[in-house]
């Protein structure tokens, strides 16, 4: 018997133990056009709130360019926030679905809100944030053969949405990540943003490049997010279908320097076919990936890394050119030279410029 089964049938009223969710199914994006707003919830799922158990038999479709969906809607015009069912206000932004009870009955009513603790109306002990997503930032246009061709400002992007049975592992929740199948990580959408020692992944934040961001530095800003350095190969895979040998429309790094939805110069938008922006032609990304230079003239000894850590025994002098690390997708100037599959393998793991960024990931947790 199943512990659907075992639960539903224990009395006339359904108990659930504290905190427990179960689902048949994931939540998901739709992918036609026209339907690109709407989330499927799981056929059946079973929640408690703050006590109360509720169970739902049937899948609901919530629209979130639908008013009366949201949190804060009030059943006329007067919205007590910004109204998020107009699609450039949820542009580059995370939302979370949550179960609350109904006025009547006990089939969880589905909700959506930008809060990330608990909607508004309710409290921490009268909702439950059972799934969340990502907005696209920026019009992805018309590329084809990409998975994202024709979706728009505001859409839900499909590998962003998450549930209590399938999200990212990082301490920082799933905040600006997509989720990437064959090696099951959740990647950060855009380059992390904010300082070393407190990492964002958001739309609009300034790119976390130059002093501090060497290879060491870029390790503990993944750190402080539950996240780590990407693999070279899980790289690839997941910039699939981003700008192949072009570079950032302007050939220079942009002022501000921003994470954004950027075009390149041929006018395609940046973006992977999972959602990943700017992975080719902005800012390298560190990867965690080891390499050694070898030169004729080379002569070993240690040399001091920088942070006061420790030293690295490394060849031809304080610049290491022996130690390398990876990094990929190429910079705002190098052209054709950038891609999924660029990397460059002549630095050592103090190396730091402003062309030379962060992307991080997480693994998945699934139940």
Same mark, same amino acid.
Not at 164 to 169: C, G, N, P, R, V
Not at 253 to 257: E, K, N, T, V
């Given at each position: 018997m199943?512990m659907l089964?075992?639960?539903?049938?224990s009395?006339a009223?359904p108990t659930?133990?504290?905190?427990?969710?179960w689902?048949d199914t994931?939540? #998901?994006?739709?992918?036609?056009?026209?339907?690109r707003?709407?989330?499927?919830?799981?056929a059946s799922?079973?929640?408690?709130v703050?006590?109360?158990?509720?169970t739902?038999?049937s899948?609901q479709?919530?629209?979130i360019?639908?008013?009366?969906?949201?949190?804060?809607y009030a059943g006329?015009s007067?919205w007590?926030?910004?109204?998020?069912?107009?699609?450039?206000?949820r542009?580059?932004?995370d939302?979370?679905l949550?179960?609350?009870?109904?006025?009547?009955?006990s089939i969880?009513?589905? &909700?959506?809100?930008?809060?990330?603790?608990?909607?508004?109306g309710?409290a921490t002990?009268?909702s439950r944030?059972?799934a969340?997503?990502?907005?696209l930032?920026a019009?992805?246009?018309?590329?084809?053969?990409?998975?994202?061709?024709g979706y728009v400002?505001?859409?839900? &992007?499909p590998?962003t949405?998450?549930d209590?049975?399938?999200?990212?592992?990082a301490?920082y929740?799933?905040i600006?990540q997509?989720?990437e199948?064959s090696?099951?990580?959740?990647?950060?959408?855009?380059?992390?943003?904010?300082?070393?020692s407190?990492p964002t992944i958001?739309?609009g934040?300034?790119?976390?490049?130059g002093?501090?961001?060497?290879?060491?530095?870029?390790?503990d800003?993944?750190?402080v997010?539950?996240?780590?350095?990407?693999?070279d190969a899980?790289f690839?895979v997941?910039?699939a279908?981003?700008?192949? +040998?072009t570079?950032?429309?302007?050939?220079a790094?942009?002022?501000?320097?921003t994470?954004i939805?950027y075009?390149?110069?041929?006018?395609?938008r940046m973006i992977?076919?999972?959602?990943? +922006?700017?992975?080719?032609?902005?800012i390298?990304q560190?990867?965690?990936?080891?390499?050694?230079?070898?030169e004729?003239?080379t #002569?070993?000894n240690?040399?001091?890394?920088?942070?006061?850590k420790?030293?690295l025994?490394n060849?031809a002098?304080a610049?290491?050119t022996?130690d390398v690390?990876?990094?990929a997708g190429g910079?705002w100037? &190098?052209g054709?030279?950038?891609?999924?599959?660029?990397?460059?393998l002549?630095?050592p793991?103090?190396g730091v410029w402003?062309s030379?960024?962060v992307r991080v990931v997480?693994?998945?947790?699934e139940?």
């Open positions: 199943s089964q075992k639960i539903i049938t009395g009223t659930y133990m504290s905190t427990w969710y689902a994931l939540f #998901s994006a739709q992918i036609t056009a026209g339907n707003t709407k989330i499927t919830s799981p799922i079973q929640v408690d703050g006590g109360v158990s509720l739902q038999y899948a479709t919530i629209d360019a639908v008013a009366s969906n949201w949190d804060d006329d007067d007590d926030s910004t109204n998020y069912s107009t699609a450039a206000n542009a580059g932004l939302f979370y949550y179960a609350v009870a109904p006025v009547e009955g969880p009513r589905l &909700l959506v809100s930008a809060n990330s603790t608990c909607p508004i309710y002990n009268t944030k059972i969340g997503f990502h907005c930032c019009d992805a246009g018309t590329i084809s053969g990409h998975t994202l061709t400002t505001g859409d839900i &992007l590998a949405v998450w209590l049975k399938h999200k990212s592992a301490t929740g799933n600006g997509f989720y199948p090696y099951q990580e959740w990647w950060g959408i855009y380059p992390l943003s904010g300082t070393l407190a958001v739309k934040g300034t790119i976390l490049s002093t501090g961001v060497d290879w060491n530095g870029a390790v800003a993944a750190a997010l539950g996240m780590r350095l990407p693999k899980n690839q997941a910039a279908g981003s700008n192949e +040998e570079n950032i429309v302007s050939s790094q942009p002022s501000p320097f994470s939805g075009s390149d110069t041929a006018g395609r992977s076919n999972l959602g990943m +922006e700017s992975a080719c032609g902005l390298y560190w990867l965690d990936e080891q390499a050694m230079r070898w004729f003239t #002569s070993w240690w040399y001091d890394l920088p942070g006061g420790g030293s025994f060849g002098g610049a290491g022996g690390k990876l990094f910079s100037s &190098l054709t030279n950038c891609g999924s599959q660029c990397r460059r002549d630095y793991r103090g402003s030379f960024g997480a693994r998945s947790l139940r």
